[in-house]
Structure formats: structure tokens, C-alpha cells
């Protein structure tokens, strides 16, 4: 596999700045490709993170088609719906067609197998027939990591981590509250062409070197390895990356 990338940036708007830079530079070798651009987001503090992306003149929102790696199984309009921080932080302030923007299927909160094997179904409909593509190969998957190591909803030593077949899962015991949750798996993680965790301020500092260099500990973010030639970033800020030993 490809060596990850690490950037460290000293303030949070330098992140921003560079993370939209490299989010346009995706989007367009994708849409000059394919013409279109997938991209999956992640909720917690990432949403507000994307704000280098509003009055952009360099994206074509047109050619977005949004997924989320995770989100908690709740209303749409709810306080803890990844979907609602999107929303709110980006896609309410930039002209991406409804259409485009994925988000799960309310009518089946109450199970959460059906929940998530429909949003696995949205998956196949944009990436063709399972069996055929084995995987999706998301153009952009940008995920954040929990103090933890978590990331996506993929926590320290859940049976999920395992996960070789499924593309879209749930867990109903997630100790970062909401309980309730559908994610993606590492055989999509890991499949997309360019995944890039962003990790900021000082609550990350002591995950931040046993992920990037003890993966034999075997934590959640640090089983994020894409498969070649995918090539994984991490966008972080000097107080994230303040106990990393650089070589
Ligand atoms: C979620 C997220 C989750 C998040 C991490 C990091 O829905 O909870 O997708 O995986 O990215 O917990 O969260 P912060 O960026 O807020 O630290």
C-alpha cells in the first residue's frame, strides 16, 4: 500500500483552507474522469470543517453525489443527525441539487438491519451490482477519529471491525452517544481511491501516534489502510499532531 500523507497545519483555518484545495483537486480529476464525483462525509466536528468549500467557484456541485460514512439513527432534523450538521454547516449554503445528498431512509428507523441494508442498496445503485463490483470505489471518503481511535462508527474491539462482507452495517451500542448508528465497513473505507481522516485540536494529541504507529494495537483508525492504489491523508493541526515522533 501507499504510505499515508500527513500534513499539520498551526491554525484550524489553514486546515480548512488546504482541505478545500484538496477536496476541489478530487472533485475535478473525478468529474474530468467520469463526470461525477463521490464523495462520503462523516458528522462530529467534519461538517463545519467543509466551510472552505462555500463560494467556491471551482466546485460543481452538479456533479456531487454525497453519502455518509456514518450516521445515527435519528430524524433528519434531529440535533445529532450527521445529515442535519451537513446541512446546516454546508449544503443550506451552496447550490448542490437535493438529489445528490443521500441520506438514510426515515420510514425505517425502528429496524435498524432494514435501515442499514437500504442505505447498503443506495451504495449499490450508484456503484452497480454488488457481485460485480465486489466494492464501491468512493472517490473521497473523509472520516474524523474519536479520542478513542473510533472513526467512522467503527469502535475499539467491536465485533463490526471484523466485517468482511457488508458494505453498510449498524451497531445499537455505541458508547459515543447516540447508541444507535448505521456505518460503512472497512471493505468500503478501505476500497475508495482516496480516504483523509481530518483530526483536529488537542483532545487527539495522545491517540494520534499509536494510530500512525502502533496499528499492531489494532484501533479502528488505525485499520484504515486503503487498498493500493488508494492513498490515505490525514489533516491535522499542530495541536492534534503536538506528540507525533516525526521521523
Ligand atoms: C459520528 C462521526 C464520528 C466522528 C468522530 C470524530 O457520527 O460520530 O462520524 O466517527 O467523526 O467521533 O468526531 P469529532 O470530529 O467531533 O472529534
Not at 468549500?53 to 430524524?75: C, G, M, S, T
Not at 428507523?109 to 468512493?138: C, G, M, W
Not at 478501505?190 to 500512525?212: D, Q
Amino acid at each position: 500500500p501507499n504510505a499515508p500523507i500527513l500534513i499539520s497545519f498551526p491554525e484550524t483555518n489553514e486546515l480548512v483552507d488546504s482541505l478545500a484545495k484538496f477536496i476541489t483537486k478530487a472533485q475535478k480529476d473525478s468529474i474530468d474522469k467520469k463526470g461525477r464525483f463521490t464523495i462520503a462525509l462523516s458528522g462530529g466536528s467534519l461538517p463545519k470543517m467543509l466551510r472552505g468549500l462555500i463560494d467556491n467557484p471551482q466546485i460543481k456541485w452538479a456533479h456531487w453525489q454525497v453519502y455518509y460514512v456514518d450516521e445515527r439513527v435519528v430524524p433528519l432534523d434531529h440535533p445529532d443527525s450527521n445529515h442535519r450538521a451537513c446541512t446546516e454547516n454546508l449544503f443550506s449554503k451552496v447550490p448542490i441539487p437535493a438529489d445528490n445528498i443521500h441520506a438514510i431512509d426515515t420510514t425505517l428507523l425502528n429496524d435498524l438491519e432494514e435501515l442499514s441494508d437500504a442505505y447498503e442498496k443506495t451504495l449499490i445503485h450508484e456503484f452497480a451490482q454488488k457481485d460485480a463490483a465486489r466494492f464501491p470505489v468512493f472517490d473521497l471518503i473523509l472520516l474524523g477519529m474519536g479520542p478513542d481511535g473510533h472513526t467512522a462508527s467503527l469502535f475499539p474491539g467491536h465485533d463490526l471491525l471484523n466485517e468482511e462482507d457488508r458494505w453498510v452495517a449498524y451497531v445499537d451500542d455505541s458508547p459515543k452517544p447516540p447508541p444507535k448508528r448505521i456505518t460503512f465497513t472497512y471493505p468500503v473505507i478501505n476500497h475508495a481511491a482516496r480516504v483523509a481522516f481530518v483530526a483536529a485540536g488537542k483532545e487527539k494529541a495522545e491517540t494520534l501516534p499509536t494510530i500512525l504507529d502502533h496499528p499492531e494495537e489494532g484501533l479502528p483508525s488505525s485499520r484504515v489502510k486503503p487498498v493500493f492504489p488508494g492513498q490515505l491523508y490525514w489533516f491535522v493541526d499542530n495541536a492534534a499532531a503536538s506528540k507525533v515522533a516525526y521521523p
